[in-house]
């Protein structure tokens, strides 16, 4: 994302507040409540921006705003209730503190709601979106098959006891306790599974018995399989669960933890005891399967078990619209009724924020982020490699502290996790990197192009690894002059070329020795003698 700057703001002041701007005085404060519905709005009409600090009326003018004084914090508040990833910008105006808040749009066929409305702006208020809105977002998903009706199934198809699990789910995560007194029927008619008497597919898929399953929809069903390798061959273990996912959600839970060990390490006096197969990320795969695997096509989900990852295969591939690179910023169910009941009893979020909890919580165990390489366009695969990677950094994350990380968003400790594994930054990661500078959690070295980023000194302190820090980061600029100016005293008599400097640094690149041979001559320490490629450098106490 472009980063707001002085000149951007006056840019804004003699723009029209329509569809993807909003100016707020705000001179003292102004209330999040607010702020999280004028965001839910601009996110349900295609994304925009917020600006405190900005009168919103003509001639508009910067007053600057005392609102917010921990944006991060109010960032990190904005994400949780609405599921979407806010951004923000502190500028420093001359005549004052503009606070920018960056909304992106809503993902396709689904509207952004604070709590439980779904906000829309009508001229100069903030309204909830009407019906037939709300209709024609919902549609643009395309059609929902779990939401058809499916002949010949009555509420003898359905397994009781795995309605009144979701019935005490609900319950538990609206705390409307009126539910308890609805009959199974109405029970299901308010969570829009049976509609008007008629069953739909989503109550069989997530309800129904083994036996109606067989009959009606056989390929609804989850295969488990424990095997110690990936040689071809029989499973260790194997099981099959065709029946409603409410029959079977625990239990295959409880099966795969039955081979779940766990890694230590010892870290001072301290011993870390890590799950090898982390709950919350193992749910929330089996979730992912169930809301988006193609239910018109034969195959089965198949959830295959390894001692240290886990492979989770649904058959269809992506939902239109989603690819491996996008996949934590949309989300478009692909079987939309499925989705709004696990959403109901808070089995998931309708965000798709289950699928950033998996990569945050695999970073913050120091393992691989989940891998979805082998995806096609006939099935979704996704393996979790849940080996413990580098155990210092566990404790690292513990000394960051939960505080810090708990104003984290997803991109963040995506870069959080470039950096340490030392891979290339992709660009659009790179507006967040100035923040966590300042948190001390990374630290840069280099200049312009050549800039790069590594973990702060305390890490490398913490695992008593101070010598790799210094080769990583390099000397300082100071010592790398220092290096250069005792090459060309040492060489005085003959002089020096820029070729045998080079190689007195040989990390950094020939611009980067050009800018420091500049400074040297800049300071009065060396000069030059020749042009271009003939060139030499003298040390000053050599001059004449």
């Known amino acids: 994302m472009e980063r707001m700057t002085i000149e951007k703001v006056n840019e804004m002041l003699s723009a029209e507040e329509g569809e993807n701007l909003e100016f707020k005085e705000a001179k003292n404060r102004f209330h999040f409540e607010k702020l999280a519905k004028y965001c839910a709005a601009l996110a349900n009409e295609g994304g925009g921006k917020i600006a405190l600090g900005i009168t919103d009326e003509r001639p508009r003018k910067v007053v600057g705003s005392l609102a917010f004084n921990q944006p991060e914090r109010t960032r990190s508040g904005l994400i949780e209730q609405l599921h979407i990833n806010v951004d923000f910008d502190v500028v420093n105006h001359p005549n004052g503190r503009v606070l920018v808040f960056s909304v992106p749009s809503r993902p396709i066929g689904n509207p952004v709601k604070y709590k439980g409305i779904y906000w829309e702006r009508q001229v100069d208020s903030l309204e909830p979106m009407s019906e037939s ?42 705390e409307n306790h009126n539910l308890a007194n609805l009959s199974r029927e109405q029970l299901l008619e308010d969570a829009e599974v049976m509609v008007d008497g008629d069953l739909t597919y989503a109550a069989l898929i997530l309800f129904g018995t083994r036996k109606s399953l067989g009959k009606h929809l056989s390929q609804a069903e989850v295969v488990f399989e424990y095997r110690t390798s990936d040689v071809s061959g029989p499973a260790q273990k194997r099981k099959e669960f065709r029946q409603g996912f409410f029959c079977f959600y625990d239990e295959l839970w409880e099966i795969i933890n039955l081979r779940n060990d766990v890694q230590h390490f010892q870290s001072g006096l301290f011993v870390w005891d890590v799950p090898t197969f982390d709950e919350r990320v193992v749910r929330e795969a089996l979730l992912n399967a169930i809301s988006h695997r193609n ?133 659009g990661f790179r507006h967040r990197l100035e923040e966590l500078v300042n948190k001390g959690i990374i630290e840069s070295y280099g200049r312009g192009r050549g800039v790069k980023y590594i973990l702060s000194r305390r890490y490398y302190k913490m695992v008593g690894e101070k010598g790799t820090y210094t080769r990583k980061k390099g000397l300082d600029r100071e010592t790398n002059k220092t290096l250069l100016e005792k090459h060309i005293q040492e060489n005085e008599k003959n002089g020096s070329r820029l070729r045998d400097l080079r190689q007195v640094l040989p990390a950094l690149s020939m611009s980067q020795v050009q800018k420091l041979i500049a400074e040297l001559k800049k300071e009065g320490r060396i000069y030059k003698t020749g042009k271009t490629k003939g060139a030499l450098w003298y040390p000053k106490n050599n001059a004449y």
């Open 295 to 427: 239910y018109q096509l034969a195959g089965s989900v198949f959830v295959r078990q390894y001692p240290r990852h886990l492979v989770v295969e649904s058959p269809g591939g992506f939902p239109t619209g989603i690819t491996e690179q996008n996949i934590l910023d949309r989300q478009q169910p692909r079987n939309r009724r499925v989705a709004e009941v696990l959403a109901k009893c808070g089995l998931i979020e309708r965000s798709g924020q289950g699928m950033n909890l998996m990569f945050e919580r695999s970073i913050k165990e120091s393992k691989q982020t989940p891998d979805f390489s082998n995806t096609d366009r006939h099935q979704v695969v996704l393996t979790l490699d849940c080996e413990v990677r580098d155990p210092r950094f566990l404790d690292f994350l513990e000394k960051v502290g939960k505080e810090t990380l708990d104003q984290f968003s997803t991109h963040d400790f995506l870069l959080l996790d470039y950096v340490h594994r030392e891979q290339n930054i992709p660009d």
């Open 133 to 174: 809105k709300l209709r024609s977002i919902f549609a643009e998903s395309g059609h929902d098959f779990s939401a058809d009706i499916c002949p010949c199934v009555d509420m003898n198809d359905l397994d009781s006891e795995a309605i009144e699990d979701f019935r005490n789910r609900w319950i538990k995560k609206s």
